[in-house]
């Protein structure tokens, strides 16, 4: 059975360490060490014995120019655009921009091969693009629908959703920020995910969760995996692990894989205040 690659959870190799990647994968294996005990292992980076890479990552322009050794491998995209202000994500490449490599890499692969993640969800005034007096779910939602509209006009058709995780230092590093926002009850993530699944079924678009219990059983809605061996076989035609991964919290539904990240040596550009690997 071949390994899937994640490239990665921990930053965004794609957008800020893509020569390196090239470089591990020409050299065909990567050196990992672990973020929790610190010690050293080797991941296999051989065409042969991969199965597939899940790329994941804000900005793929650098994949679109010159795919280099990534061409030897079967590829999944988990493309994050959320079309929050520059308050939230400083230095994002713009959500127009954004949704067109997502185009390209729907031209260039194919839309199965790509996973739109609208990921978190944030209720703050601050952190949409146009001034606000009203509702903030309600502005949350208008951008969602033009993201469905855009994006379901090229085929791809999955969406992951989660609700913000109130990590410690993502909360401190909002409020050092002075970012409003407000999390929601259990009832209002019901709901509000209830208006999601609605504007989506509008567009052909499924909505799958991430770590998310609670909205799993949201009529429309279906219970995710970032990265799901089953779909990676179905997609590619080799064998993958079925099994959940162990490394990876509780409520996550993702299979096995090897991430090659590193979440304090690889520093992530894009700045975003939320985030839970800064």
């Not at 929790?36 to 199965?51: C, K, Q, R």
């Not at 567009?203 to 990676?232: H, M, Q, W």
Request: glycine content about 6%; some cysteine.
């Amino acid at each position: 059975m071949k390994e899937v690659i994640s490239c990665s959870r921990r930053t965004d190799i794609p957008a800020f360490h893509y020569d390196w990647l090239q470089d591990c994968l020409k050299n065909k294996y990567v050196m990992v060490k672990n973020p929790y005990n610190g010690s050293s292992y080797m991941v296999d980076l051989n065409p042969e014995n991969v199965h597939s890479i899940c790329l994941w990552s804000k900005s793929f322009k650098n994949v679109i120019k010159d795919p280099g050794y990534l061409s030897l491998y079967d590829l999944f995209f988990q493309f994050t655009i959320t079309g929050y202000s520059k308050a939230l994500e400083p230095n994002v490449v713009d959500t127009h921009e954004a949704v067109k490599q997502m185009e390209k890499l729907a031209n260039k692969y194919s839309t199965q091969q790509i996973n739109w993640r609208f990921d978190p969800v944030i209720f703050s005034s601050i952190g949409e693009t146009q001034n606000l007096t009203g509702d903030l779910k309600e502005a949350r939602l208008k951008v969602f629908e033009r993201l469905c509209r855009d994006i379901s006009s090229f085929g791809v058709s999955r969406c992951t959703i989660s609700f913000l995780s109130p990590y410690k230092k993502a909360e401190q590093r909002l409020k050092n920020a002075d970012i409003d926002y407000s999390l929601p009850s259990q009832k209002e993530q019901i709901e509000f995910t209830s208006q999601l699944v609605e504007i989506a079924n509008k567009y052909g678009v499924e909505i799958y969760t991430c770590s998310s219990p609670l909205i799993e059983n949201v009529p429309g809605v279906k219970k995710g995996r970032c990265i799901d061996g089953a779909f990676l076989e179905s997609l590619f035609g080799k064998r993958a692990s079925h099994a959940k991964d162990p490394g990876q919290r509780k409520e996550c539904g993702c299979t096995k894989s090897k991430d090659i990240g590193a979440y304090r040596a690889q520093f992530c550009g894009h700045g975003c205040l939320y985030c839970y690997a800064r």
